[in-house]
């Protein structure tokens, strides 16, 4: 961040007015023009978002809710919060997103929604996804956090399902600290999103004061800040210049690695993909544990991939198998992703990661 979030925040102080309002209804109308969608409803995170959309889709006690077992552990949180139960898929290994073939055995007469993720910002198959979830009569609520500035088919993702969502915490290309957006582009369900997020209020008439105090359904309060909101206006107009550096980053990082035989890179059309973090794959977990190690020695942070959601001890099962999501989480690193990071940054991760290769026998 720099002086342009801060003149934002400064006239956020001096308005006097702080919860969300006039910031807010600029920020949801930036993000709902840029992706595409009629209607965009800001959170206080990603994992809000995806509970306050659940809600609003009707999902509660004694539902089941397909999700990947290859995400960040809010999803299917955010799905034990609604009183649902979460029904684990494994992954498809080219793309690290939801095995179509294998939620078709998953669907039970309990099942009432679909919730595909958008790993790394790759798309899932939409079309196929939302063709079978129309065959069941299932929604669709696509966890996009990943996603801002990712398309498919021409189109942005998390808006051609029933519901999507983005994450505004740190880590993303663009932040607001923490924060949610939720987006349709059915008016009925963002209604019932904004009243969910504003204590069960019927839209519009908290500015009427006898009716603000009436409540027609049980809410919470999950209203955005105007600080958040000046600070992701000042993001905003960040993002497609953060889109350019993203995927130039990734191209570095594959042109000066590709020769490695035991780095492997996920197949990414960055025509269409901004990749959230550059994300390789080792040969084995041992080898990646010790790549891990030799860059923290040389003061190269890196993240490990999600653990499968079946090996959390929340969600834990024994007779759960996921061989895919397994494989792709032992393997997987996200090297060093930074919009702020330079071009001689990633040619040093590189050349420790080519040093690494020289010096251990595996």
Same mark, same amino acid.
């Given at each position: 961040?720099?002086?342009?979030?801060?003149?934002?925040?400064?006239?956020?102080?001096?308005?006097?007015?702080?919860?969300?309002?006039?910031?807010?209804?600029?920020?949801?109308?930036?993000?709902? #023009?840029? =992706?595409? +969608?009629?209607?965009?409803?800001? *959170?206080? !995170?990603?994992?809000?978002?995806?509970? %306050? @959309?659940? &809600?609003?889709?009707?999902?509660?006690?004694? #539902?089941? =809710?397909? +999700?990947?077992?290859?995400?960040? *552990?809010? !999803?299917?949180?955010?799905?034990?919060? %609604? @009183?649902? &139960?979460?029904?684990?898929?494994?992954?498809?290994?080219?793309?690290?997103?939801?095995?179509?073939?294998?939620?078709?055995?998953?669907?039970?007469?309990?099942?009432?929604?679909?919730?595909?993720?958008?790993?790394?910002?790759?798309?899932?198959?939409?079309?196929?996804?939302?063709?079978?979830?129309?065959?069941?009569?299932?929604?669709?609520?696509?966890?996009?956090?990943?996603?801002?500035?990712?398309?498919?088919?021409?189109?942005?993702?998390?808006?051609?399902?029933?519901?999507?969502?983005?994450?505004?915490?740190?880590?993303?290309?663009?932040?607001?600290?923490?924060?949610?957006?939720?987006?349709?582009?059915?008016?009925?369900?963002?209604?019932?999103?904004?009243?969910?997020?504003?204590?069960?209020?019927?839209?519009?008439?908290?500015?009427?004061?006898?009716?603000?105090?009436?409540?027609?359904?049980?809410?919470?309060?999950?209203?955005?800040?105007?600080?958040?909101?000046?600070?992701?206006?000042?993001?905003?107009?960040?993002?497609?210049?953060?889109?350019?550096?993203?995927?130039?980053?990734?191209?570095?990082?594959?042109?000066?690695?590709?020769?490695?035989?035991?780095?492997?890179?996920?197949?990414?059309?960055?025509?269409?993909?901004?990749?959230?973090?550059?994300?390789?794959?080792?040969?084995?977990?041992?080898?990646?544990?010790?790549?891990?190690?030799?860059?923290?020695?040389?003061?190269?942070?890196?993240?490990?991939?999600?653990?499968?959601?079946?090996?959390?001890?929340?969600?834990?099962?024994?007779?759960?198998?996921?061989?895919?999501?397994?494989?792709?989480?032992?393997?997987?690193?996200?090297?060093?992703?930074?919009?702020?990071?330079?071009?001689?940054?990633?040619?040093?991760?590189?050349?420790?990661?080519?040093?690494?290769?020289?010096?251990?026998?595996?």
């Amino acid at each position: 961040m720099d002086d342009d979030e801060k003149k934002e925040l400064i006239s956020v102080i001096n308005s006097g007015w702080f919860t969300e309002a006039s910031k807010t209804r600029q920020f949801e109308k930036m993000i709902a #023009d840029f =992706v595409g +969608v009629k209607y965009a409803c800001a *959170v206080t !995170s990603g994992t809000t978002a995806l509970y %306050v @959309g659940l &809600k609003a889709l009707g999902i509660g006690r004694g #539902d089941e =809710v397909i +999700v990947p077992d290859l995400t960040f *552990v809010a !999803s299917p949180n955010s799905v034990e919060e %609604v @009183g649902a &139960k979460p029904v684990l898929i494994d992954i498809e290994q080219n793309s690290l997103n939801i095995d179509l073939k294998k939620i078709k055995h998953a669907i039970t007469k309990r099942t009432k929604a679909i919730m595909p993720v958008d790993f790394n910002g790759r798309g899932i198959d939409i079309k196929n996804i939302t063709e079978l979830a129309n065959k069941h009569n299932l929604s669709l609520i696509e966890d996009a956090a990943h996603g801002l500035g990712c398309f498919y088919n021409k189109k942005h993702v998390g808006t051609m399902s029933d519901i999507g969502i983005f994450s505004f915490s740190t880590p993303k290309i663009i932040t607001t600290g923490q924060g949610g957006m939720i987006v349709t582009n059915n008016k009925k369900l963002y209604e019932k999103c904004k009243s969910v997020k504003d204590f069960g209020r019927k839209s519009g008439t908290k500015q009427n004061m006898r009716m603000a105090f009436e409540h027609p359904t049980i809410g919470y309060n999950f209203k955005f800040t105007e600080f958040q909101a000046a600070i992701g206006i000042a993001q905003m107009k960040k993002l497609r210049k953060r889109m350019i550096i993203k995927k130039k980053m990734f191209r570095i990082y594959e042109e000066l690695l590709s020769k490695l035989s035991f780095v492997n890179f996920i197949k990414t059309d960055l025509d269409i993909v901004t990749p959230w973090m550059v994300d390789v794959l080792v040969d084995s977990k041992r080898k990646r544990d010790a790549i891990i190690k030799h860059l923290e020695k040389n003061h190269v942070e890196t993240r490990i991939f999600y653990p499968p959601i079946h090996r959390l001890a929340p969600y834990k099962d024994k007779d759960m198998k996921f061989k895919i999501t397994s494989k792709i989480s032992d393997r997987g690193i996200w090297l060093p992703s930074s919009p702020t990071l330079k071009e001689n940054d990633i040619e040093y991760v590189c050349r420790k990661i080519i040093s690494f290769s020289k010096t251990n026998y595996f």
